[in-house]
């Protein structure tokens, strides 16, 4: 998955390719909208490198550039290889406030620099928290909440929204193997509501869930008193699991987007239900290659079906540390290897913008904000 014996000049060179991809074209200056990004898979490795030094830990490479290597996937694999790279670097923010506000501000820098106007950038805060008796990241027991980890993220990103002029909220991730987290993070949804905190997510490895082809009841159960309280809902789902995983989702969890959903593909009529019944699907190119959750080759990925069908779809980036790159360089693959026109992933833009979990004023405000921009690079080419 990661390659280890690179000399040092083939290391920046793959800096350069796979981490900076510098796209001087519309790509990078049209203004988007990122609907599927965790955070802690959008972490920088010189923060990762700042923070393991203060902490005394150990990781690897000797300098930020082969750390970045280390946490860069380069090669196709299996999504249990992709989600394994989180145990490199998570120890390191786990656990520790000043860390974990550090990155979502500078998240938001990083997302303002690449000209991602909008984002809902999700995370699970028992990842990152450290007060329970096995901590998921950390070697011992500490005393960070995940309520305190939820406060640290809204700080970071509260001043960063401000510093970069960017609009950030944030949806909070139950995951597959830990249903015992589900009520609390349900809870905590609903307590910061009114400060950023927009859905709840299902994450983790659907292949988990694969002996039954059912979620755990607990998620069943908690996703269905989300909708009864009217909070917010996507589920990862259909990335690498079955279409049956897709159909529990939408029916049974009442999920109005969809993680990836890829795999809704396999199943014809499920695919036309959930067409017609305007499910969005949060696609995320780069990753679904890397994970080897779609085909090799890059012309047949599913989401040039969605946009052929007229789809609810949107372009996102999913784990920026980890393919490399933030939406320019997503958008760079469809339009390069998948085969989108520019004007289709302006259109799943402006799909990104009405699916949003902001209200309704706030998401006209948004869509407004595009269309603008789109006339005016118009305009501006026919100069
Ligand atoms: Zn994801």
């Not at 659907?206 to 082809?213: A, G, P, R």
């Not at 305007?278 to 012309?299: I, L, N």
């Not at 047949?300 to 490399?324: C, E, M, Q, W, Y």
Request: with cysteine.
């Amino acid at each position: 998955m990661r390659s280890t014996c690179r000399s040092r000049n083939e290391v920046k060179e793959v800096v350069r390719r796979k981490i900076l991809r510098p796209v001087m074209d519309q790509r990078r200056k049209m203004k988007k909208v990122d609907l599927h990004v965790h955070l802690d898979g959008a972490v920088r490795a010189s923060t990762i490198w700042d923070v393991g030094k203060r902490r005394n830990m150990s990781l690897p490479g000797s300098s930020v550039e082969e750390l970045q290597e280390h946490l860069t996937i380069t090669d196709r694999g299996s999504l249990t290889e992709f989600l394994a790279v989180f145990a490199i670097h998570m120890p390191v923010i786990c656990g520790d406030l000043e860390a974990i506000e550090r990155v979502a501000y500078e998240f938001c820098e990083d997302c303002s620099n690449d000209n991602i106007i909008y984002c809902e950038a999700r995370y699970c805060p028992h990842l990152l928290a450290n007060d329970m008796e096995n901590p998921f990241y950390a070697d011992t027991k500490g005393n960070v909440s995940p309520l305190e980890v939820v406060k640290a993220v809204n700080r970071g990103l509260k001043k960063g929204c401000v510093d970069f002029n960017i609009k950030v909220k944030t949806i909070l991730c139950c995951m597959r193997e830990r249903p015992e987290w589900a009520q609390e993070i349900l809870d905590l949804c609903l307590k910061f509501k009114d400060q950023g905190v927009v859905a709840i997510d299902l994450a983790g490895d659907e292949n988990l869930d694969l002996k039954d082809i059912k979620s755990h009841d607990e998620h069943l159960r908690v996703f269905q008193e989300a909708e009864w309280l009217g909070l917010s809902r996507t589920v990862h789902a259909g990335e690498n699991g079955p279409a049956e995983i897709v159909r529990e989702a939408v029916y049974d969890m009442h999920a109005q987007r969809l993680g990836h959903g890829y795999h809704v593909l396999d199943d014809e009529t499920l695919y036309k239900a959930v067409r017609e019944k305007g499910v969005h699907f949060e696609a995320c190119p780069v990753s679904s290659h890397m994970t080897g959750s779609v085909s090799t080759d890059w012309t047949k990925h599913p989401i040039l079906r969605f946009a052929r069908d007229g789809v609810n779809f949107s372009v996102n980036t999913d784990d920026p540390l980890l393919i490399g790159g933030f939406l320019s360089s997503e958008y760079e693959t469809c339009t390069e290897k998948i085969g989108l026109s520019l004007e289709q992933i302006r259109n799943a833009n402006l799909n990104a913008a009405r699916a949003t979990f902001l209200p309704e004023d706030e998401k006209q405000s948004l869509l407004k904000q595009l269309q603008e921009d789109y006339e005016k690079s118009d305009s501006s080419q026919g100069d």
